[in-house]
Protein backbone atom coordinates (compact mmCIF):
# COMPACT_ATOMS: atom_id res chain seq x y z
CA UNK A 1 0.00 0.00 0.00
CA UNK A 2 1.34 3.44 -0.86
CA UNK A 3 2.06 6.44 1.85
CA UNK A 4 1.72 10.00 1.62
CA UNK A 5 2.42 12.23 4.21
CA UNK A 6 -1.89 12.43 4.45
CA UNK A 7 -2.40 10.29 7.92
CA UNK A 8 -5.65 9.14 9.99
CA UNK A 9 -5.34 11.45 13.00
CA UNK A 10 -8.80 10.71 14.36
CA UNK A 11 -10.48 7.39 14.97
CA UNK A 12 -10.06 5.10 12.63
CA UNK A 13 14.01 -4.47 34.70
CA UNK A 14 16.55 -2.49 33.58
CA UNK A 15 18.12 -4.89 31.25
CA UNK A 16 21.88 -3.92 30.84
CA UNK A 17 22.88 -5.30 27.11
CA UNK A 18 25.99 -6.60 26.46
CA UNK A 19 26.79 -7.44 30.05
CA UNK A 20 28.51 -4.41 31.27
CA UNK A 21 26.93 -1.80 33.51
CA UNK A 22 25.15 1.14 31.30
CA UNK A 23 24.84 4.70 32.29
CA UNK A 24 21.26 5.69 33.42
CA UNK A 25 20.90 8.24 30.72
CA UNK A 26 21.52 8.40 26.89
CA UNK A 27 24.85 8.83 26.14
CA UNK A 28 26.58 11.11 23.24
CA UNK A 29 29.61 9.78 21.25
CA UNK A 30 32.65 11.79 21.39
CA UNK A 31 35.83 10.25 19.72
CA UNK A 32 36.11 7.15 20.49
CA UNK A 33 33.29 7.10 23.00
CA UNK A 34 30.32 4.61 23.13
CA UNK A 35 26.95 5.52 22.04
CA UNK A 36 24.33 4.23 24.97
CA UNK A 37 20.32 4.93 23.87
CA UNK A 38 18.41 4.84 27.00
CA UNK A 39 14.80 2.72 26.40
CA UNK A 40 12.18 3.28 28.95
CA UNK A 41 9.45 0.52 28.67
CA UNK A 42 6.89 -1.41 30.94
CA UNK A 43 5.88 -4.98 30.31
CA UNK A 44 8.00 -6.46 27.57
CA UNK A 45 10.25 -8.88 30.19
CA UNK A 46 6.64 -10.59 30.77
CA UNK A 47 6.39 -11.10 26.45
CA UNK A 48 9.40 -12.65 26.45
CA UNK A 49 12.34 -9.85 26.42
CA UNK A 50 12.09 -9.17 23.03
CA UNK A 51 13.25 -5.61 23.21
CA UNK A 52 16.35 -6.91 25.20
CA UNK A 53 16.82 -9.79 22.70
CA UNK A 54 16.81 -7.02 20.11
CA UNK A 55 18.91 -4.62 21.68
CA UNK A 56 21.77 -7.51 21.81
CA UNK A 57 21.08 -8.14 18.29
CA UNK A 58 21.67 -4.44 17.88
CA UNK A 59 24.73 -3.75 19.58
CA UNK A 60 26.26 -6.90 17.35
CA UNK A 61 25.47 -5.62 14.14
CA UNK A 62 26.25 -1.71 15.19
CA UNK A 63 28.61 -1.80 18.15
CA UNK A 64 25.19 0.84 19.50
CA UNK A 65 24.16 -0.14 22.82
CA UNK A 66 20.37 -0.17 23.76
CA UNK A 67 19.40 -0.21 27.50
CA UNK A 68 16.27 -1.15 28.13
CA UNK A 69 14.89 0.15 31.12
CA UNK A 70 11.90 -1.47 32.58
CA UNK A 71 9.88 0.45 34.56
CA UNK A 72 6.33 -0.87 36.35
CA UNK A 73 3.41 0.20 34.54
CA UNK A 74 2.05 2.42 37.01
CA UNK A 75 5.25 4.54 37.58
CA UNK A 76 6.08 5.11 33.64
CA UNK A 77 4.04 8.42 32.77
CA UNK A 78 5.63 10.03 36.33
CA UNK A 79 9.32 8.97 35.15
CA UNK A 80 8.38 10.27 31.72
CA UNK A 81 6.96 13.64 33.00
CA UNK A 82 10.17 13.42 35.65
CA UNK A 83 13.15 13.28 33.20
CA UNK A 84 11.31 15.70 30.83
CA UNK A 85 11.02 18.25 33.25
CA UNK A 86 14.83 17.71 34.48
CA UNK A 87 15.90 17.76 31.56
CA UNK A 88 17.20 14.30 31.88
CA UNK A 89 14.78 13.05 29.10
CA UNK A 90 16.20 9.24 28.00
CA UNK A 91 16.35 8.44 23.74
CA UNK A 92 13.44 6.84 23.71
CA UNK A 93 10.19 4.83 25.00
CA UNK A 94 7.39 2.57 24.60
CA UNK A 95 4.78 4.74 26.01
CA UNK A 96 0.91 4.19 26.62
CA UNK A 97 0.22 7.67 25.31
CA UNK A 98 1.11 11.18 24.74
CA UNK A 99 1.70 13.56 27.23
CA UNK A 100 1.86 17.04 27.42
CA UNK A 101 4.70 17.42 29.71
CA UNK A 102 6.65 16.44 26.53
CA UNK A 103 5.02 16.14 23.70
CA UNK A 104 6.90 19.14 22.22
CA UNK A 105 10.16 17.99 22.44
CA UNK A 106 9.11 14.18 20.41
CA UNK A 107 10.94 13.70 17.35
CA UNK A 108 9.53 13.79 13.55
CA UNK A 109 8.79 9.66 12.68
CA UNK A 110 7.13 10.30 9.83
CA UNK A 111 10.10 8.78 7.69
CA UNK A 112 10.78 5.78 9.66
CA UNK A 113 6.65 5.49 9.46
CA UNK A 114 6.43 5.82 6.10
CA UNK A 115 8.19 2.78 5.27
CA UNK A 116 6.96 0.75 7.77
CA UNK A 117 3.10 -0.09 6.48
CA UNK A 118 1.88 0.31 9.67
CA UNK A 119 -2.32 -0.61 9.86
CA UNK A 120 -4.11 2.00 9.15
CA UNK A 121 -6.26 2.34 12.31
CA UNK A 122 -2.91 2.65 13.89
CA UNK A 123 -1.34 5.67 11.67
CA UNK A 124 -1.90 8.77 14.01
CA UNK A 125 -0.50 12.13 13.25
CA UNK A 126 -0.07 15.34 15.31
CA UNK A 127 -2.83 17.33 14.12
CA UNK A 128 -1.23 20.17 15.04
CA UNK A 129 2.03 20.03 12.09
CA UNK A 130 0.80 16.75 10.49
CA UNK A 131 4.11 14.92 11.45
CA UNK A 132 3.94 10.80 13.24
CA UNK A 133 5.85 11.06 16.51
CA UNK A 134 4.52 7.91 17.77
CA UNK A 135 4.84 4.59 16.38
CA UNK A 136 2.65 1.37 17.97
CA UNK A 137 5.05 -1.29 19.30
CA UNK A 138 2.22 -4.18 18.98
CA UNK A 139 -1.64 -4.53 18.60
CA UNK A 140 -2.89 -5.50 21.55
CA UNK A 141 -6.97 -6.58 22.08
CA UNK A 142 -9.32 -7.77 24.67
CA UNK A 143 -9.90 -11.38 24.60
CA UNK A 144 -11.33 -13.93 26.41
CA UNK A 145 -9.82 -17.32 28.21
CA UNK A 146 -11.21 -20.24 29.52
CA UNK A 147 -10.70 -22.78 31.71
CA UNK A 148 -11.06 -25.78 29.48
CA UNK A 149 -10.35 -28.54 32.06
CA UNK A 150 -13.07 -27.02 34.00
CA UNK A 151 -15.22 -26.63 31.08
CA UNK A 152 -14.59 -30.01 29.59
CA UNK A 153 -14.97 -31.77 33.64
CA UNK A 154 -18.57 -30.66 33.59
CA UNK A 155 -19.72 -31.72 30.34
CA UNK A 156 -20.27 -27.96 28.95
CA UNK A 157 -20.09 -26.86 25.57
CA UNK A 158 -18.13 -23.65 24.58
CA UNK A 159 -17.10 -22.06 21.13
CA UNK A 160 -14.03 -22.74 19.70
CA UNK A 161 -13.85 -20.27 16.56
CA UNK A 162 -15.23 -17.08 15.43
CA UNK A 163 -17.95 -19.74 13.34
CA UNK A 164 -19.45 -20.09 16.66
CA UNK A 165 -21.39 -17.57 18.52
CA UNK A 166 -22.52 -16.96 22.26
CA UNK A 167 -24.32 -14.02 23.82
CA UNK A 168 -23.01 -13.17 27.56
CA UNK A 169 -26.56 -14.78 28.57
CA UNK A 170 -25.29 -17.60 27.20
CA UNK A 171 -21.77 -17.50 28.76
CA UNK A 172 -23.43 -16.95 32.29
CA UNK A 173 -25.86 -20.13 31.73
CA UNK A 174 -23.57 -21.87 30.53
CA UNK A 175 -20.31 -21.16 33.24
CA UNK A 176 -23.11 -20.93 36.06
CA UNK A 177 -23.36 -24.74 34.98
CA UNK A 178 -19.57 -24.91 34.78
CA UNK A 179 -19.62 -23.86 38.49
CA UNK A 180 -22.04 -25.66 40.04
CA UNK A 181 -20.51 -29.25 38.85
CA UNK A 182 -16.54 -28.87 39.90
CA UNK A 183 -14.81 -27.55 42.18
CA UNK A 184 -14.70 -23.85 40.76
CA UNK A 185 -15.79 -20.62 42.65
CA UNK A 186 -16.35 -18.12 40.14
CA UNK A 187 -17.85 -18.40 36.49
CA UNK A 188 -15.79 -15.20 35.07
CA UNK A 189 -13.31 -12.59 35.92
CA UNK A 190 -12.33 -9.37 34.13
CA UNK A 191 -9.20 -7.14 34.55
CA UNK A 192 -10.42 -3.75 36.11
CA UNK A 193 -9.49 -1.77 33.47
CA UNK A 194 -11.31 0.46 31.65
CA UNK A 195 -9.56 -0.95 28.29
CA UNK A 196 -11.57 -4.26 29.24
CA UNK A 197 -14.61 -2.25 30.27
CA UNK A 198 -15.11 -0.53 27.19
CA UNK A 199 -15.06 -4.04 24.96
CA UNK A 200 -18.00 -4.99 27.27
CA UNK A 201 -19.90 -1.96 26.67
CA UNK A 202 -18.98 -2.29 23.10
CA UNK A 203 -20.85 -5.76 23.03
CA UNK A 204 -23.95 -4.36 24.22
CA UNK A 205 -24.13 -2.13 21.57
CA UNK A 206 -22.29 1.11 22.96
CA UNK A 207 -20.54 3.83 21.12
CA UNK A 208 -18.95 4.30 24.94
CA UNK A 209 -18.86 8.11 26.14
CA UNK A 210 -19.10 10.18 23.06
CA UNK A 211 -19.79 13.82 22.35
CA UNK A 212 -23.02 15.55 23.02
CA UNK A 213 -24.23 18.62 20.48
CA UNK A 214 -24.24 20.44 23.65
CA UNK A 215 -20.42 20.16 23.28
CA UNK A 216 -20.95 17.71 26.54
CA UNK A 217 -19.87 14.29 26.97
CA UNK A 218 -21.86 11.29 27.89
CA UNK A 219 -22.56 7.63 27.78
CA UNK A 220 -25.29 6.41 26.14
CA UNK A 221 -28.03 4.22 27.30
CA UNK A 222 -26.59 0.49 25.89
CA UNK A 223 -23.61 1.91 28.11
CA UNK A 224 -25.96 2.09 30.93
CA UNK A 225 -27.33 -1.09 30.14
CA UNK A 226 -24.44 -2.62 30.35
CA UNK A 227 -22.99 -0.98 33.71
CA UNK A 228 -26.25 -2.89 35.13
CA UNK A 229 -25.14 -6.20 33.72
CA UNK A 230 -22.44 -6.20 34.71
CA UNK A 231 -23.26 -4.98 38.66
CA UNK A 232 -25.46 -8.16 38.81
CA UNK A 233 -22.50 -10.68 37.87
CA UNK A 234 -20.49 -9.48 40.58
CA UNK A 235 -23.74 -9.08 43.04
CA UNK A 236 -25.06 -12.46 42.13
CA UNK A 237 -21.53 -14.06 43.19
CA UNK A 238 -20.99 -14.93 39.75
CA UNK A 239 -17.57 -12.62 39.74
CA UNK A 240 -15.00 -12.32 42.50
CA UNK A 241 -16.07 -8.44 43.88
CA UNK A 242 -12.16 -8.39 44.83
CA UNK A 243 -11.25 -7.97 41.79
CA UNK A 244 -12.66 -4.86 41.30
CA UNK A 245 -14.12 -3.76 44.63
CA UNK A 246 -10.20 -4.16 46.38
CA UNK A 247 -7.80 -4.57 43.46
CA UNK A 248 -7.35 -8.54 43.79
CA UNK A 249 -4.84 -9.81 41.09
CA UNK A 250 -7.74 -10.93 38.03
CA UNK A 251 -4.33 -13.40 35.87
CA UNK A 252 -3.31 -14.83 39.82
CA UNK A 253 -7.33 -15.43 40.21
CA UNK A 254 -7.62 -17.01 36.95
CA UNK A 255 -4.17 -19.24 37.41
CA UNK A 256 -5.31 -20.12 40.55
CA UNK A 257 -7.96 -22.59 38.43
CA UNK A 258 -11.05 -21.94 40.51
CA UNK A 259 -12.92 -19.63 37.28
CA UNK A 260 -14.18 -20.61 34.67
CA UNK A 261 -13.00 -17.73 32.63
CA UNK A 262 -11.05 -14.90 32.27
CA UNK A 263 -11.92 -11.26 30.25
CA UNK A 264 -8.38 -9.73 29.41
CA UNK A 265 -6.18 -9.61 26.44
CA UNK A 266 -3.68 -11.06 23.96
CA UNK A 267 -0.69 -10.12 26.05
CA UNK A 268 -1.54 -13.50 28.71
CA UNK A 269 -0.94 -15.39 25.88
CA UNK A 270 2.75 -15.75 26.56
CA UNK A 271 2.77 -15.86 30.69
CA UNK A 272 0.09 -18.58 30.21
CA UNK A 273 1.98 -20.58 28.22
CA UNK A 274 5.33 -20.01 30.79
CA UNK A 275 2.66 -19.99 33.73
CA UNK A 276 -0.07 -22.33 33.65
CA UNK A 277 0.74 -26.09 34.01
CA UNK A 278 -2.24 -27.17 36.59
CA UNK A 279 -5.06 -26.94 34.04
CA UNK A 280 -5.59 -26.54 30.13
CA UNK A 281 -6.82 -22.94 29.26
CA UNK A 282 -7.70 -21.78 25.63
CA UNK A 283 -9.01 -18.31 23.93
CA UNK A 284 -12.26 -18.11 22.69
CA UNK A 285 -14.88 -15.75 21.08
CA UNK A 286 -16.24 -12.85 23.19
CA UNK A 287 -19.98 -13.44 24.37
CA UNK A 288 -22.08 -10.79 22.04
CA UNK A 289 -25.24 -8.93 23.11
CA UNK A 290 -25.34 -9.03 20.75
CA UNK A 291 -22.46 -7.10 19.66
CA UNK A 292 -19.36 -9.17 18.17
CA UNK A 293 -16.53 -6.37 19.89
CA UNK A 294 -13.17 -6.16 21.19
CA UNK A 295 -11.27 -3.17 22.08
CA UNK A 296 -7.48 -2.60 20.15
CA UNK A 297 -5.36 -0.48 19.53
CA UNK A 298 -1.63 -0.01 20.21
CA UNK A 299 0.00 -1.78 23.21
CA UNK A 300 1.99 1.77 23.68
CA UNK A 301 3.83 3.95 21.28
CA UNK A 302 7.63 4.42 20.41
CA UNK A 303 8.48 7.61 21.24
CA UNK A 304 12.03 9.49 20.70
CA UNK A 305 13.08 12.30 22.75
CA UNK A 306 15.13 15.66 21.33
CA UNK A 307 17.54 16.70 24.05
CA UNK A 308 19.11 13.36 24.75
CA UNK A 309 22.06 14.17 22.45
CA UNK A 310 21.69 11.16 20.60
CA UNK A 311 19.28 11.75 18.02
CA UNK A 312 20.48 10.69 15.12
CA UNK A 313 21.10 7.01 16.51
CA UNK A 314 17.83 7.09 17.99
CA UNK A 315 16.09 7.62 14.84
CA UNK A 316 18.65 4.60 13.06
CA UNK A 317 17.87 2.36 15.89
CA UNK A 318 14.00 2.91 15.54
CA UNK A 319 14.44 2.54 11.05
CA UNK A 320 16.12 -0.78 12.11
CA UNK A 321 13.54 -2.25 15.07
CA UNK A 322 10.32 -1.68 12.11
CA UNK A 323 12.16 -3.29 9.37
CA UNK A 324 10.76 -6.31 8.27
CA UNK A 325 12.87 -8.66 9.54
CA UNK A 326 13.28 -7.34 13.15
CA UNK A 327 10.30 -6.43 13.73
CA UNK A 328 9.02 -10.27 13.06
CA UNK A 329 11.55 -10.96 15.00
CA UNK A 330 9.99 -8.89 17.90
CA UNK A 331 6.68 -10.64 17.59
CA UNK A 332 7.66 -13.90 17.57
CA UNK A 333 10.18 -13.94 20.28
CA UNK A 334 7.80 -11.44 22.51
CA UNK A 335 4.25 -13.64 21.19
CA UNK A 336 2.70 -9.98 19.77
CA UNK A 337 0.22 -9.64 16.66
CA UNK A 338 1.88 -7.39 14.56
CA UNK A 339 0.97 -3.67 14.01
CA UNK A 340 2.11 -3.85 10.19
CA UNK A 341 -0.10 -4.91 7.53
CA UNK A 342 0.77 -8.31 5.70
CA UNK A 343 3.53 -9.42 8.26
CA UNK A 344 3.08 -13.52 8.52
CA UNK A 345 4.13 -14.50 11.87
CA UNK A 346 5.23 -17.83 13.15
CA UNK A 347 4.12 -18.10 16.51
CA UNK A 348 5.88 -21.63 18.66
CA UNK A 349 2.51 -22.36 20.16
CA UNK A 350 -1.29 -21.46 20.31
CA UNK A 351 -0.73 -19.84 16.97
CA UNK A 352 -5.06 -20.39 17.12
CA UNK A 353 -5.42 -18.10 19.78
CA UNK A 354 -3.77 -15.26 18.18
CA UNK A 355 -5.49 -16.03 14.60
CA UNK A 356 -8.37 -15.82 16.83
CA UNK A 357 -7.77 -12.37 18.04
CA UNK A 358 -7.06 -11.07 14.69
CA UNK A 359 -10.36 -12.73 13.59
CA UNK A 360 -12.39 -10.55 16.41
CA UNK A 361 -10.46 -7.59 15.27
CA UNK A 362 -11.63 -7.58 11.96
CA UNK A 363 -15.37 -8.35 12.81
CA UNK A 364 -15.32 -5.14 15.59
CA UNK A 365 -17.12 -2.21 14.91
CA UNK A 366 -15.12 1.16 13.70
CA UNK A 367 -15.28 1.81 17.78
CA UNK A 368 -13.55 -1.06 18.95
CA UNK A 369 -10.05 0.71 17.10
CA UNK A 370 -10.30 4.72 19.09
CA UNK A 371 -9.24 4.54 22.62
CA UNK A 372 -5.39 4.39 22.02
CA UNK A 373 -5.36 6.58 18.58
CA UNK A 374 -7.85 8.86 20.74
CA UNK A 375 -5.18 8.98 23.95
CA UNK A 376 -2.41 9.85 21.59
CA UNK A 377 -4.31 13.09 19.60
CA UNK A 378 -5.73 13.71 23.55
CA UNK A 379 -1.85 14.26 24.67
CA UNK A 380 -0.82 16.13 21.03
CA UNK A 381 -3.94 18.73 22.17
CA UNK A 382 -2.50 19.44 25.78
CA UNK A 383 -5.46 16.95 27.43
CA UNK A 384 -3.70 14.82 30.32
CA UNK A 385 -6.02 12.38 30.36
CA UNK A 386 -4.65 11.36 34.21
CA UNK A 387 -8.19 9.12 35.37
CA UNK A 388 -10.94 6.59 33.50
CA UNK A 389 -13.85 7.61 34.26
CA UNK A 390 -15.41 4.40 33.65
CA UNK A 391 -13.37 2.61 35.92
CA UNK A 392 -13.75 4.66 38.73
CA UNK A 393 -17.07 4.92 38.47
CA UNK A 394 -17.69 1.50 37.59
CA UNK A 395 -15.95 0.91 41.31
CA UNK A 396 -18.31 3.49 43.06
CA UNK A 397 -21.40 1.65 41.44
CA UNK A 398 -20.26 -1.95 42.60
CA UNK A 399 -19.17 -1.30 45.66
CA UNK A 400 -22.18 0.61 46.72
CA UNK A 401 -21.08 4.01 46.55
CA UNK A 402 -23.64 5.13 43.65
CA UNK A 403 -26.78 4.15 42.15
CA UNK A 404 -26.63 3.50 38.21
CA UNK A 405 -27.90 7.02 37.66
CA UNK A 406 -25.18 8.45 40.14
CA UNK A 407 -22.27 6.68 38.21
CA UNK A 408 -23.26 7.24 34.92
CA UNK A 409 -23.44 10.81 35.58
CA UNK A 410 -20.02 10.69 37.32
CA UNK A 411 -18.87 9.07 34.19
CA UNK A 412 -20.40 12.22 32.16
CA UNK A 413 -18.97 14.74 34.39
CA UNK A 414 -15.69 13.76 34.44
CA UNK A 415 -15.14 12.90 30.88
CA UNK A 416 -16.95 16.53 30.37
CA UNK A 417 -14.17 18.17 32.67
CA UNK A 418 -11.55 16.12 30.39
CA UNK A 419 -12.26 16.92 27.21
CA UNK A 420 -13.43 20.64 27.82
CA UNK A 421 -11.16 21.74 30.14
Known amino acids: MNRSRTFR ?8 VGGLVLAACSGGAGDGDEVVLEFVQSGDVN ?4 YAKLAEKYYEETGVRVDVVEVPNADLRTRLRTAAQANDVPALAAS ?6 WTERLLDLTDVFEGANIIDTLSVADPTDGAVKALPTTLTAVGMFLNTSLWDEAG ?10 WTWDEYVERASEVVEKTDAEYGAVMDRSAHR ?18 GSWALDDEGAEAFEYFKGMHDSGFMPPAVWGAGDDPSATFKSGRVAGYMSGVWQIADFQDNIADFEWASVPLPQQPVRA ?3 GAASWIVAFDGSGVEDETRDFIEWLYSEENYREYCEVSGCLPAVEGLEIEYEADAEAFELYNGEIAASPPISAVQTTDGLINGYLG ?8 EDEMVRYLTGEATLEEAVEGVNEASTAQMTD
Open 156 to 165: VEYPTSLDEE
Open 9 to 16: AAAVAGVA
Open 294 to 296: TNY
Open 383 to 390: RAIDTEPL
Open 47 to 50: QGGG
Open 96 to 101: PSTDPA
Open 197 to 214: LRAFLFEFGSQGVTEQAD
